[in-house]
């Protein structure tokens, strides 16, 4: 048995390649103005806006004490070096940068991820003290084929094998099937916690009880105002991971709040 009351809700807003730096500074103002103490009371609550937005938007958050952790939407595999256009994590980390996604289904479909890439970069997130939320989810084809729980396990499983069983506890990981990603067509309750479900397993079978027990797990994929609670109170599902609607501060803090009911 999981102990989903152990594990924290984390609502997570991914902006993806939207908002600039000035339209995100209104945007995280305005979820400061909205968020109040008891909507963060149970639930962890992140951004992860473009970089360009990065230092702008903590500056809001730390000036004027919004209860929302940063994140980045990706990262280096390097701390340093000779690599042109890319971000480091160590320099994310300076940015008080908490969480920082890796291997969303974008990155790995639109530029060539693969596995062992996304395993290097989790690695790389650790390393430099943040969070990483490690993004896995079969395609439309895959689950026709009933290949979901295989593919669900050869993404988790790389990502795990290249973290220290002791850090393994600490990672979120985002259930994110692509067919439900912008298209209005969420996964059921059902199947959300069917796959976040055999996420856990595989997370058990490499890393032991206690890992699988701590990970969080959050699902991502057309979520919405409604549809949240419902996700939420799966045994299984400890958050959720937003794109569009977290683009709108008012849809995203009724997101928190929906977590908030799932888990009282
Ligand atoms: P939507 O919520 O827009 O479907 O996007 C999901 C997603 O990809 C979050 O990372």
Redesign the pocket.
Known sequence: MNAPGARRPLVSG?WKMHLDHLEAIHAARDLGLRLQPADVAAVDVSVHPPFTDIRSVQSVLEGEGVPVALGAQNCAIEDAGAFTGEVSPTMLARLHVEYVLVG?SERRQLFGETDEVVAAKVSAVLRNGMTPVCCVGETIDEREVGLAQERLASQVGAAVAAVPRASVASLVVAY?PVW???TGQAATAGDAQEACAWIRDTVRSAAGSEAADGVRIQY????TPDNTEELVRCPDVDGV?????SLDAAAFVEIVRAATRAVR
């Open positions: 991914n969303h994110e439900a990603i912008g991502g994929g057309s979520v991971l937003v794109g569009g609607a």
